[in-house]
């Protein structure tokens, strides 16, 4: 659980005062705001606001003075339309933003997207929380051999507990030792009097990369579907995945048409070399294509395969 | 008056359905919410939506749960802080968007600010109406003869009548060699049914800069006081300053704190170098000092004089 | 003939001194290193700095400490790779500078891509020249009515001599009045010393966007691509095409790997949506497969039919 | 000592091949190219390559032909002005490149600067060296009572000797096993042929954020400047300053008049707000004026203070 009581009142009062506003407004949206939504062991994803709706993405396609009220059909055609000839802009005039709680190695990959914007706790002025991430047993993944950058199968038994047992107790002398260095008591007094403490700026060094940030992040549609078509696939690393999952789910609270299209064309879809092109092209023709005739690399060639379920 | 009954009838019909929300809403800015606000000719600036106030900077800079419910005159305090330390991404958590009509040209300086999101009416799609902009009496400026950027007085008698005809008539002309062009009718209908019609792409080409167009602009407030800073300068030209004033008042309308601050620590006041210090400083000390014992050029010289009111 | 020969004989003075660096080289881009590479009728793109070469590319994404010479399969290996992926980083590390000369219209297109840094001559401080595109008579495309920003066909005939005189004359006209308001004769001396003359910044109004203007354009090698393959598509205007044209073979020659990769994955590649693979499944799978039964929209099955090479 | 003989030998490959470039050459800055100058104790800053000079920025403002060999007097005087008067886009066409090691926690407050090009060393990928920050006793920080993001004094004997027992103990059993996670040996073969060994995107987690990583990193010299106004002033961490000022070493190196005027008016000037400027007239007109008659809260008249030398 997250959330102290303290937090989690904040919540509820910021949740119990509705006003009204002549802006455009998602309820589907609204029924989550504020909220955290858990991800991992002591992360979170809240929606803290958000401006515009699919709506908008018309108005602006169309630079038209009102809500751009054609019927739904126009608008879901016209949204599939600028997603698929890549017209982007119109997606910029929608912004959300998000209060994470995230491991410090999630975050590292996380702020790589640069046009967003970001306000992080800071660890030069405050006290990080005692929290850290570890993994479930199912997640707990062993290095493949064979991709560099990947993971094969889950570590089991003695390694499992023993690695497990290492992440957990690293992390608690992590904490303890700049707790030490910082002479802060958890009851927030010093532990020795005498004592002045290590600057706060220096004893984070102390914490390892497990430990759990947070920051606000706020960003445009448009930005927000390039973040988590590269977050939310199969390439990403698992952590970051479950961000962008939760985040995903937000998508179609928020803007439905929009997020239709960004699973038909981003999420699922697949880009086709000329190449590539050209093979399909030969094979629909009543050719057989292998790879040696194919033109690609064997790499090359099983990611094709894959692609037309020919693996 | 820059609207059609239509488009004014889209304003209203937006403007009379306020719904609730649990986001932050600023009742001050909601009041002016669509409305188009004149500036120039036939130009315009609507807000058409906001994310955040001036508590939103606060939250942000303190990545706090609720809506950080301080004393005002905290708020106030630390909002002045950070704009005066240069913690800018506090205020990149509130986005504005505007919807503005505008001369080609203003349009043209404007743009040249990247760190916004623009869509704009396409005259490769569509037909610009036959709205230019013709400068007022008193702004008919004559080009200042020290001052290669710069505006010297206003024309006046028959050199003034002969530049305001020439401007018109030419902008006349174009506009109606760009509808032949077109073959297209006011009514909708060709000209000449025989006719095909110039492409629209290459017949706005015969327009010139000082015909108006539009286009939705969104920025977050940090980069909105940085437009405004260069914008609602003594240095803009004047047609992009009346912009920014008219946006100057929206800001204070929007976060009155922040607003406050932008005059004050921005807009108000000034950047002293290295040398213009130890001026300073000399002078306090009571030495007399004049441009050649200065350090600086002349033109330096000129401009710290005036900052300091002895011009 | 777009340069004078003032303006020849500085890039005759750039091309004649040769200088030791230890950076990377690029002989094939020295060759055109600061040339007027001609585009339309007055037009230009000058490449006058650039840093990196696809070694620089495969250096950063390794990190390395030496220029990486692996072998040069390896290099093109990692390269395809790179681009298949979207890991764009390494190709941000490699950036080139051009001097574009270009109509006004194209320049608004243009500076629609954020990602670049821009100094445009400014008609606020200098006089711009007396040139206007005219376009070809196989470029004088009529509208097309089924797209509405599309062209279809050429103007011909009497109709193409109306147009092409009307662009023609409006401009001269133009022109004309513009040095009058300014009350600058060609020789640089005031039309009639009596008078002031309109403000620069104002007499421009009376340009049309035909008339052309000139900026240093930079960027780096991803966000290159990025406009390459938006500009040198069919779907783009044809006039910054032409721009774009020249520019992708800049590209083949600074970078020849890259280029290669761009061509193969980018410009000659295409996007399949998730219905759109589901599809070629089933026609792999031998099925016959129509619009009706294929749940795509017509305008959708089209694209898909013409990808597919079966239009 | 940071470099592996490996290393530096590709470093002299690359310093010993100088080749004949019509590009500008900047010798003063080729002195340094590639060589790794050091920073904290394992860290180094190294200039890769580079983009434009001086002379650059003067040619972007005047979008001229050749390199605008102007008077230097001239051209320093431009620059000047240009700085003073905020005009950036002219320094946004000279470009640089630095391969940096820098501990995590160094490279976390840097990465918040958007406006770069930046390709990390990836530990998901590869397995980071055993290299960790350790302050020197004079950096050896106590936390300031007063500021809470600020440094007061140094720790001392006991206490030092303390701390730094403890970053180093935990940094060195976090590497022992983090190692030991990997199943991986100094010799580059398994600990333990059986094991699997954890993925190497989740065993980074156990390494604390004084451990040095490595990065490109590439921008403009505008944004460089704004890097180094933030990241070499004295709110700044001591440990990310200490890469500035190497960094503005290089800028000397590399553009000299750009970087008199960037200690000139940024490093060197400040700002004063209105009520700042009204202050400063009243005492140059004689009159007495503290802090109660001022307006200012007390801390923003300590800085004034500060500023005018008078604290």
């Known amino acids: 659980m997250p959330l102290s009581a303290a937090q989690q009142a904040e919540i509820d009062q910021a ?15 609204e029924e989550v705001l504020y909220a955290a939504l858990p991800v991992l062991d002591h992360g979170f994803v809240r929606v803290v606001d958000y401006m515009g709706d699919d709506a908008a993405v018309v ?3 169309r630079v038209s003075y009102g809500r751009g009220t054609k019927k739904v059909s126009e608008d879901r055609g016209l949204i599939n339309y600028l997603i698929r000839h890549r017209h982007t802009t119109p997606f910029e005039m929608c912004e959300i933003k998000y209060h994470v709680k995230l491991p410090i190695f999630v975050a590292r990959q996380w702020i790589r997207h640069r046009t967003a914007n970001v306000n992080e706790y800071s660890a030069r002025y405050s006290i990080l929380d005692n929290e850290f991430y570890l993994p479930a047993p199912e997640h707990l993944a062993a290095q493949s051999s064979t991709n560099r950058q990947g993971r094969a199968g889950v570590l089991e038994g ?3 507990a023993r690695v497990f047992d290492l992440l957990k107790r690293d992390a608690e002398l992590a904490y303890e030792h700049y707790m030490e260095m910082l002479n802060e008591g958890e009851d927030g007094q010093p532990l020795d009097p005498e004592r002045s403490g290590l600057a706060r700026e220096l004893a984070r060094m102390n914490l390892s990369l497990g430990f759990y940030t947070q920051w606000y992040w706020k960003t445009d549609l448009h930005n927000l579907m390039h973040f988590l078509s590269l977050r939310a696939d199969s390439h990403a690393q698992y952590e970051i995945c479950a961000y ?5 789910d937000t998508l179609r609270r928020w803007c439905p048409m929009t997020h239709d299209a960004f699973q038909e064309y981003a999420l699922g879809g697949a880009r086709l070399s000329r190449t590539g092109i050209a093979i399909v092209r030969r094979m629909l023709a009543g050719e057989t294509v292998d790879q040696k005739s194919s033109g690609l ?3 090359e060639w099983r990611e094709l395969m894959a692609t037309l379920g020919r693996d």
Chains 1, 2, 3, 4 share one sequence.
């Open 297 to 299: 690399s064997a790499r």
């Open 244 to 248: 962008a999952d939760v985040m995903v």
């Open 158 to 160: 003695r390694e499992a």
């Open 15 to 29: 949740r119990g005062e509705p006003r009204p506003t002549l802006r455009a407004v998602v309820p589907a949206l």
């Open 59 to 61: 108005q602006a396609a």
